[in-house]
T-cell receptor
């Protein structure tokens, strides 16, 4: 099946620093990837849609300058949390659409748990 | 606007028994897709089953089946012969007709399988 990999799985950083999370589709090309955020015991909230070669589309209420998304190739999207603060601590999970999956199902990465001290 | 509702925060089921996880949805789109994902404690999202709005038959995938009642706008997940490994969070999700293929998720149901 289609594999999506995220890196790093865990990251701890100091307040004020920036953190980059990578999302890679390992065995397929993904023109569209999605970034979700999940707080403990809560659902996944869509942050933005990442389109290869163009600007990301952010959901209402998501700060574009805070969460920078780059989708420079068909297999890689990155999420950079800039000037991180403790309230940015969360589980970030990416997903990619596999064009070959006729149901339109999304394949998810393993997630990245960010803790900002 | 699309909305997914899961009214069961938590469910218990005895091992080897069947369990139904509820999901209702709201959309004005005539064409949509409904999904169920499983999220173990490790965090990854595992695709379980898909139902298209125009599918005539309820979807089945092994021990998973989707009880799709279009008029009631419900898409309940039925897990038969529960196993201890089924203990996890379960999310219902919907995809609309726009070309982005983004999924909107419900609040989830935590299922605990008792031995």
């Amino acid at each position: 099946g289609a594999v999506v990999s995220q890196h790093p799985s865990w990251v701890i950083c100091k307040s004020g620093t920036s953190v980059k999370i990578e999302c890679r589709s390992l065995d397929f090309q993904a023109t569209t990837m999605f970034w979700y955020r999940q707080f403990p015991k809560q659902s996944l909230m869509l942050m933005a849609t990442s389109n290869e070669g163009s600007k990301a589309t952010y959901e209402q209420g998501v700060e574009k300058d805070k969460f920078l998304i780059n989708h420079a190739s068909l297999t890689l999207s990155t999420l950079t949390v800039t000037s991180a603060h403790p309230e940015d601590s969360s589980f970030y999970i990416c997903s990619a659409r596999h064009l070959g999956a006729n149901t339109g199902e999304l394949f998810f990465g393993e997630g990245s748990r960010l803790t900002v001290l | 606007a699309q909305k997914i509702t899961q009214t069961q925060p938590g469910m218990f089921v005895q091992e080897k028994e069947a369990v139904t996880l509820d999901c209702t949805y709201d959309t004005s789109d005539p064409s949509y897709g409904l999904f169920w994902y499983k999220q173990p404690s490790s965090g990854e999202m595992i695709f379980l089953i898909y139902q298209g709005s125009y599918d005539q038959q309820n979807a089945t995938e092994g021990r998973y089946s989707l009880n799709f009642q279009k008029a009631r706008k419900s898409a309940n997940l039925v897990i038969s012969a529960s196993q201890l490994g089924d203990s996890a969070m379960y999310f219902c999700a919907m995809r609309g007709v726009d070309s982005s293929y983004k999924l909107i998720f419900g609040s989830g149901t935590r299922l605990l399988v008792r031995p």
